[in-house]
């Protein structure tokens, strides 16, 4: 049993899908999110500033004293994660492996579709993860740069016409191509699932924020760190706070309850 | 005569679009560029983070003895114009007063629509400006927030369905209402010229950037502060310098000539 809470951050507000989630599974657990939303989008940006930035954000969450940290951002984890988890000695996850594990589960036919950021597919870590667990999927990846503008914007519902047009653009491709699972890469994404899986509608969806806050339990089990005495979640964000609990309650799929403040993170 | 640089600083790339006519109308002047492409957009920030990374890019181009600042950056000069103005004793130049004065030369009828971002929009600052020099003048205002990320990667040539859409959405409310003149009041909007005179092929289209450029001449002028022994432009920017090049000729319409260099910008 261990009180600390876990922390959770994200370029902005997509990792909050992962936080619903990980409300679900762990309602005993506290939480300490922090959402880049003065800095998002990581994703267009390069290697050397998503580094500096995913380094401030785990240096504000380490001063509550968490007991694990989710990185719950595709960017972050595919670019950076090695890098930030060398300077850890508190369990750290990412999105790409519990992503990858479950599309290497979900997959019948072994080909493995990956939508992400500029920086997160042209990283290649979601297909150097799938190939170390199945060397022989076969796997076709696109980046989506207009996806995570989409979502911040509010296109993102089905039948809104742009939504769905920047998707045909993305997905089209997939299209027939032999994909029958498709990891959505980027824990923005699942709020265009309905966009997504109107084009796409027989493939496999997987959310790599839900799929990271289930990997997140067994590693909590396993380390001794699980807790039932809490349930609150603090929310951080670098921006102003003023549209958070109406942006925040679109990704969490309830109203938002609890304390949201605003960080100077370059400070961190 | 003075010798020292021009300084001219945007959120990313847009205010390229205000050094290229720099360039052009005084070619012997030495130019400093910032651009904050580790942080773009800008526009979808509330007031208190633009007005410090507004500030944080301003004291940078101080360190080069700047004689005058240009922010070519719609969002900036919207929000926090007279914030950071209120910091400097050399000129400083937005780009709204400039696009607004032009609007009410040009406009017959007077009725002057304004794009810009949902910063800039919502701040009311180009209403204000223009009723200051034309009290009778209409005006209709629109919040574009995907033509930032929509010109970021590349999506803005006629022919692009996305930018082509997103213009619809945006324009189509200006389709017969009787505006005459359209403000393009964020310096990345230019380069979707193209794409907003086909769906409005009649209206005056006044670019901020290219207006603000212009204005920057007689106040030079009137301060002394004109040269004709210069003509280098330097670039800095706060994401990684790799795809600068490409990226930057397309809004300077001509191959980057000089120095590009990154900077650490939450340092100043």
Same mark, same amino acid.
């Given at each position: ?14 990792? *909050? ?86 599309? /290497? ?89 309905? /966009? ?28 001794? *760190? ?43």
């Amino acid at each position: 049993m261990d009180t600390r809470p876990i922390g959770v951050f994200d370029s902005g507000l997509g990792g *909050l899908t992962a936080v619903k989630e990980l409300q679900r599974l762990l309602p005993g657990e506290d939480i300490v999110y922090f959402g880049d939303t003065g800095r998002v989008p990581y994703g267009t940006r390069n290697r050397e500033t998503i580094e500096k930035f995913a380094m401030q954000d785990i240096r504000f969450l380490q001063t509550f004293d968490v007991k694990a940290i989710i990185i719950a951002c595709g960017t972050v984890s595919s670019v950076a994660f090695n890098k930030v988890a060398a300077t850890l000695t508190i369990p750290i996850i990412g999105v790409v492996e519990p992503a990858a594990g479950a599309a /290497v589960n979900a997959t019948e036919n072994g080909f493995i579709g990956v939508l992400g950021t500029s920086a997160a597919i042209g990283s290649g870590a979601y297909e150097k993860v799938i190939h170390s667990i199945s060397p022989k999927a076969r796997i076709k990846s696109r980046a989506c740069p207009l996806f995570v503008p989409l979502v911040e914007n509010g296109y993102f519902l089905r039948g809104n016409k742009i939504a769905e047009l920047a998707a045909h653009e993305y997905l089209d491709e997939f299209k027939g191509c032999g994909v029958d699972t498709l990891i959505l890469g980027c824990t923005h994404y699942p709020l265009l699932r309905g /966009v997504i899986e109107d084009i796409l509608p027989t493939v496999n969806i997987i959310d790599a924020g839900s799929e990271t806050a289930k990997a997140a339990v067994p590693i909590l089990e396993q380390n001794g *760190l699980l807790s039932d005495c809490g349930g609150n979640t603090r929310f951080f964000v670098s921006d102003c706070t003023d549209d958070f609990e109406r942006l925040a309650g679109i990704f969490l799929e309830h109203p938002v309850m609890g304390h949201v403040e605003k960080v100077e993170i370059e400070k961190y």
